[in-house]
């Protein structure tokens, strides 16, 4: 019986810790994901850093090369609900799984793992504030044994991925959103970038936004790593959109649009989509609107 429930979508190193302790004595379904992936001007790989030191035994979310959907030309595109279901059971994801995501670098990408799982059915995950930094700030052991894989649960409890539309946006409900005025359309970027004062980091896109957007850069969300508390962000976020409006997040690949949709979460907002192409997409060609001002 599964005994470990969240209180919330963002829990605490305190309360994973604990978690841990339930888990070894009980047997609780906790199932701990590294999901720390890095802008490729970064020079880091978020799985050779997992291999080298993680939170228990941990297992590496990898919606960068395995789990996203391969054939599209787009960058870490979500799945479909086959693949999806066959990575989630060799991470060792049941139906009824606990499962805590984190990164290395605080907040950043464990959200996109959050918004996928969610996506996919599975409401029952949270992120680890601080991820891994806080995790070692607070004198928490890391592992740095060979990770050992997980045997696949084929059983009656074994993960079924069942796709929850609302949550996942085409460029198509984007465009009919840009003259909504029930949709706010919240955009991760930087504001130079979001402005076309900057270039895109990926050659060939246009700079700029979709027309009706509003600029929310994903780091005004977070404090030193960790998100800033709810009243903060709902502050922030009605600024932008109205408490009964649909929001959509966007970003540069559908990663930070995440710490966006994450953000409104906590926040109370409702009705939430990621645009999931994101201006990898959007600002590709010129078929679609782009506005500088």
Request: include cysteine; charged fraction near 20%; proline fraction near 6%.
């Amino acid at each position: 019986m599964n005994t470990l429930t969240l209180d919330s979508v963002l829990v605490s190193v305190d309360w994973l810790a604990a978690a841990l302790n339930t888990h070894n004595a009980l047997g609780a379904p906790l199932v701990l994901l590294d999901a720390s992936w890095h802008m490729p001007a970064a020079g880091r790989d978020g799985e050779a850093e997992w291999r080298a030191e993680r939170i228990g035994n941990a297992g590496f979310f990898d919606f960068d090369r395995r789990i996203c959907d391969r054939d599209s030309p787009l960058p870490h595109m979500l799945p479909d609900e086959a693949l999806f279901t066959t990575e989630m059971r060799r991470l060792g994801v049941q139906q009824d799984s606990v499962v805590v995501v984190y990164d290395s670098v605080g907040i950043f990408s464990a959200p996109r793992a959050w918004w996928m799982l969610r996506a996919m059915g599975h409401t029952q995950v949270a992120v680890l504030d601080g991820g891994l930094p806080a995790w070692k700030q607070a004198g928490h052991a890391v592992n740095r044994d060979i990770p050992a894989s997980v045997p696949a649960h084929l059983d009656e409890k074994a993960f079924t991925a069942r796709l929850c539309k609302s949550l996942v946006c085409d460029w198509r409900e984007v465009l009919r959103a840009t003259t909504a005025p029930d949709v706010c359309i919240l955009d991760a970027r930087s504001a130079d970038r979001f402005h076309g004062r900057a270039p895109e980091p990926r050659p060939g896109l246009r700079g700029g936004h979709m027309p009706g957007a509003h600029s929310l850069p994903f780091d005004q969300l977070v404090r030193s790593g960790r998100m800033k508390p709810a009243a903060e962000l709902h502050a922030l976020l009605t600024v932008k959109a109205g408490p009964q409006q649909r929001i959509i997040a966007s970003c540069g690949s559908g990663v930070t649009a995440c710490v966006i949709a994450f953000a409104a979460h906590l926040a109370g907002w409702k009705d939430i989509g990621v645009y999931d192409g994101a201006w990898a997409e959007w600002g590709a060609g010129d078929r679609l609107p782009v506005v500088t001002a």
